[in-house]
């Protein structure tokens, strides 16, 4: 192995993105995105994405329409972050597919449209994107796109939480701790509560408490 260098990681991505490698120059857009190894640099970090992005690399998409939709390093414009997002959803890329969800989910450079948000957020579930797995989750709880089914919201927050996802791992807990959908289980929720909590989610930190509080 290497020590840790960042200043070093930078110089064989470089070399690497002058040879017109993809994954090379996605990367060096991020470390100038960042600041890692290099100066901050938010516009130069664009123009390594769009350079990839523009060959039909789908990680470099995404990362263009996240700087679109954010306002890094280019003007904010919602409607073209959605056609990054897009062109990067249709390779597949599940990233992009959760992001291009949310847009429909809140109405971001399209019409606001649940069941499109719930399309793609399968879509990038299936892929296993945590993050849209706590998406499917919510939805399946709350019937948002989708006819409400706690034990479907159950087996995609496990999934999501799994994978770490802090939002999922409390969201769990609290059904452990209630008896939602699933037998009452203490440990198993104080375990999830912990897990969130550490990752700074203010309602396992909360939910931690109470049960510090009463004794359970």
């Known amino acids: 192995g290497v020590e840790k260098d960042a200043a070093e990681a930078v110089k064989w ?8 490698y993809a994954r090379a120059q996605c990367n060096l857009g991020l470390c100038y995105e960042n600041g890692i190894g290099v100066e901050k640099d938010e516009a130069e970090a664009v123009k390594r994405y769009r350079l990839v992005a523009e060959q039909g690399d789908a990680r470099a998409q995404d990362h263009l329409g996240r700087c ?5 390093g280019v003007e904010k414009d919602v409607a073209q972050a959605v056609k990054w997002y ?15 969800g949310r847009c429909y989910q809140f109405g971001l450079g ?8 719930v399309k793609y957020f399968r879509m990038a579930a299936e892929a296993a994107v945590p993050e849209a797995q ?8 709350y019937g ?43 440990e198993e929720a104080v375990w999830l509560f912990r897990r969130a909590a550490a990752q700074g989610n203010a309602g396992a930190q909360c939910c931690l408490g109470v049960c510090y509080e009463s004794g359970e």
């Open 110 to 117: 399209v019409e606001k449209n649940v069941a499109s948000a």
């Open 86 to 100: 897009r062109i990067a959803a249709q390779q597949e890329f599940g990233p992009a597919q959760y992001r291009l």
């Open 134 to 141: 706590y998406a499917m989750g919510a939805s399946y709880e």
């Open 68 to 72: 679109y939709e954010n306002g890094i």
């Open 13 to 20: 991505y470089r070399l690497a993105a002058e040879q017109g």
């Open 144 to 186: 948002w796109g989708v006819e409400s089914d706690l034990a479907t919201a159950l087996d995609w927050y496990r999934k999501a939480a799994r994978a770490g996802h802090a939002r999922a791992q409390y969201n769990l807990g609290r059904c452990y701790k209630d008896g939602w959908g699933v037998e009452k289980d203490m």
